[in-house]
């Protein structure tokens, strides 16, 4: 115990002298500026957060075990790329990152109770984490009680906006209404089937899509259905498809239904190739367990695809793989969670402090131009303009880009006329 | 809602229908029946038999890779041998489980329930850590994709049919071990009465283990043939263990006829109403359905006498 209280007595002292010693030999030889001018912990850290001289602490909350892990594992991978990249180039005011990992455990509850854990106990600056709503839902109102920071990568219903959360995903408007347009101009597409999985986010996006095919594109929606999560038997809907002939097929089916889906949709013979069908619940990631032999031919509406060409994206994918193997792939939300990370760091840097008040009042207006989408940045609203694009599923599992906005698209949790 | 449509067309939507409904009601037999023995034969409540099923999944996906990676030529077959390594493979599994635990707890059954479903947590992180969290693709042979072109309307999907065939086959194997073996009359003797079977000079205690093997490497035949239809990945097994014990509770424990009754009366109701209204309704008017008739006659549709 005594020297538990010596230590305490003499650390401040020692770290100096510590910090003094290992300080000679780098300004030597390696003359960097970061570290020099990295300013005063007092001063951009006046709320208590875990932030030192040479660190600063911030959690990530997703799901490693349970059955969000098939989701969740690409977002946890993208931001530790993410946090390693940002350390390798000098960290965030002069601080390296250090992150706490904490399992959600595909249960809300525990989100909850682990982000409560790693704002009051871990005192982190900001948390990468959440997957589905439900989990965003019961984390939301711990961030905003303690005021921590949160950066949530999906692509959701929309109707939220907080002062603690950063939406680096699309809202429903951004992904829905571009892709319906170009569809319905490019196949000059008249009947819409609309088939989803029976929960929130399906529900309002094809709400919303339902009423943009009605009011804007003057359009008919021929079905509209919803199997619980987790079904597996898609032939009675199937039949339902070739009854009523749609000129497109608009789904939201979520998890491993969606496997079972387009399994039994190539078996009973429905060519992908002359029937048109747009997704927006199937990236890169979900194709790995469909099998692109199953979906080949289906249009998915994203805000990114691995297959991107440009200078950003053709860095981000190697380094990507180079960490986590040849064999993963990247899909829409394993690259919104990749801003995570970026964003907060800009907009600490812009904001000049890691206390959370400034940065949420900093973040609007932060741009991120090494983004693998692109260029992003940061609305008035907490969401990202970003650009709508669809691609075309291809028999190797990546998807060929077939269109993309001209301009972002700008971000509209709360759409009028669409609720 | 049918004014629009001519009657050709009608017409081969109800033949569609119905296979889409009778290979509802193969996948449900299929399923169900590894259960079917071990609940209804020996009532221990298995909550990991979905695990099961996807250790047979997983098994047919690494045999699909080792044939494209060794032998590219026979990979047309690969899926008879993946269904026989899946039928061992979950077999084996199943008799060691019933050695460490189910055989300490066949006088608590309720306990079981818990066990198992403890040991299907435990096989669902041992499959994330070995295979990974993310869903695997099974590649399928050519031929066992696309459907069937009887006219031009009606195509029958090529997996439907697979499945309806081996369904048959395996409940008549099931059938002919059960009630015409030497082994099966053990197994019901065993069922019937436990300390008689034993006097007699039966082995219950092999006789469980058996069983219980069966039934579980069933489950990993029918999780192979469901990699046509479904997902494999850690928690697909949870897929089906609703539909399953829905199934078996049903028809009545102990009794595979209730099992195949059971399996079509609900496939046959859950079909015709997904068509007429929304999936997920059409569930729950199904799901209202078997509540109503289990209130009315809990032991199921068939009911097997036993002395107590």
């Known amino acids: ?419 | 809602m049918f004014g629009d449509y001519s009657i050709g067309d009608l017409g081969s939507i109800f033949v569609m229908q119905g296979f889409a409904g009778l290979i509802l009601f193969s996948v449900y037999v299929l399923m169900a029946l590894g259960l079917a023995i071990i609940f209804g034969q020996m009532g221990v409540i298995n909550m990991a038999h979905g695990e099961f099923m996807i250790l047979g999944a997983y098994v047919t996906w690494m045999t699909s890779n080792v044939f494209q990676a060794y032998m590219p030529s026979l990979f047309g077959g690969y899926f008879f041998l993946a269904m026989i390594l899946a039928f061992v493979a979950s077999g084996a599994l199943g008799m060691l489980v019933e050695w460490v635990l189910i055989r300490h707890l066949y006088k608590r059954p309720l306990d079981t329930l818990l066990a198992t479903w403890g040991l299907s947590l435990m096989l669902q992180q041992a499959y994330r850590s070995v295979f990974g969290a993310r869903e695997v693709g099974v590649e399928l042979p050519q031929w066992m994709l696309g459907s069937l072109h009887v006219t031009d309307s009606i195509e029958v999907p090529i997996n439907g049919v697979f499945v309806m065939g081996l369904t048959v086959l395996i409940t008549v194997s099931v059938a002919y071990v059960l009630y015409l073996s030497r082994w099966g009359r053990q197994v019901r003797a065993v069922v019937q009465n436990r300390i008689m079977a034993g006097a007699v000079g039966i082995n219950t205690e092999k006789v469980d283990r058996y069983t219980f093997g069966l039934g579980c490497g069933i489950a990993g035949v029918a999780g192979s043939a469901f990699t046509m239809i479904g997902s494999t990945g850690p928690t697909s097994g949870q897929l089906y263990i609703v539909d399953t014990f829905l199934v078996v509770v049903f028809g009545g424990a102990a009794s595979l006829l209730g099992t195949i009754a059971s399996a079509f009366s609900i496939s046959q109701t859950q079909s015709t109403l997904e068509f007429f209204m929304s999936g997920s309704m059409a569930k729950v008017l199904t799901l209202l359905a078997v509540v109503g008739i289990l209130m009315l006659r809990p032991q199921g549709l068939f009911a097997l006498k036993v002395r107590k």
């Open chain 1, 1 to 419: 115990m005594s020297d538990e209280a010596n230590k305490g007595l003499l650390s401040p002292l020692r770290r100096k002298l510590l910090m003094g010693m290992a300080a000679v030999p780098v300004v030597t030889m390696l003359p960097r500026a970061s570290f020099a001018q990295a300013p005063a912990t007092s001063a951009v850290n006046t709320t208590g957060l875990a932030v030192t001289d040479t660190e600063v602490t911030v959690g990530i909350l997703h799901s490693a075990t349970g059955t969000m892990a098939i989701s969740e594992t690409g977002s946890i991978e993208a931001e530790k790329l993410a946090i390693e990249q940002i350390n390798a180039a000098g960290g965030v005011l002069g601080r390296k990152i250090k992150f706490i990992q904490e399992d959600g455990a595909s249960d809300w509850p525990t989100f909850a109770e682990k982000a409560k854990k790693l704002l009051v106990n871990d005192k982190v600056a900001a948390i990468m984490g959440c997957w589905t709503s439900a989990s965003r839902k019961a984390v939301l109102p711990v961030v905003e009680q303690y005021n921590g920071m949160l950066y949530y990568p999906t692509f959701y219903e929309g109707l939220e906006q907080s002062k603690n959360v950063i939406y680096t995903g699309q809202e429903a408007t951004q992904q829905i209404l571009a892709g319906l347009n170009w569809i319905a101009k490019e196949k000059g597409a008249k009947t819409f089937f609309f088939i989803g999985s029976d929960y929130i986010w399906p529900r309002t996006s094809n709400k919303i899509a339902r009423k943009h095919v009605e009011n804007v594109l003057k359009g008919k929606v021929v079905g509209e259905e919803y199997y619980a999560l987790g079904s597996t038997q898609f032939n009675s809907v199937i039949n339902k498809i070739k009854l009523t002939k749609p000129d497109v097929i608009f789904t939201d089916v979520v998890g491993g239904s969606n496997v079972a889906f387009y399994k039994q949709l190539k078996a009973a013979g429905i060519d992908l190739a002359k029937q048109p069908l747009l997704t927006i619940s199937v990236t890169e990631d979900e194709i790995d367990g469909i099998g692109g032999e199953n979906i080949a031919g289906a249009y998915a509406c994203m805000k990114y695809f691995q297959s991107l060409d440009n200078p950003n994206n053709k860095a981000f994918v190697p380094a990507f793989k180079k960490m986590w193997g040849e064999k993963t792939v990247i899909g829409d939300v394993t690259q919104a969670a990749y801003l995570g990370p970026w964003l907060w760091k800009l907009t600490v840097e812009k904001a000049g402090s890691f206390d959370v008040d400034k940065i949420a009042a900093a973040s609007p207006g932060v741009e991120f131009k090494g983004a693998p989408e692109g260029y992003v940045r940061i609305h008035e609203n907490h969401h990202l303009w970003s650009k709508t694009r669809v691609g075309r599923a291809k028999l190797d599992g990546q998807f060929e880009l077939i269109y993309e906005t001209a301009d972002l698209v700008e971000p509209d949790p709360f759409p009028k006329g669409y609720q």
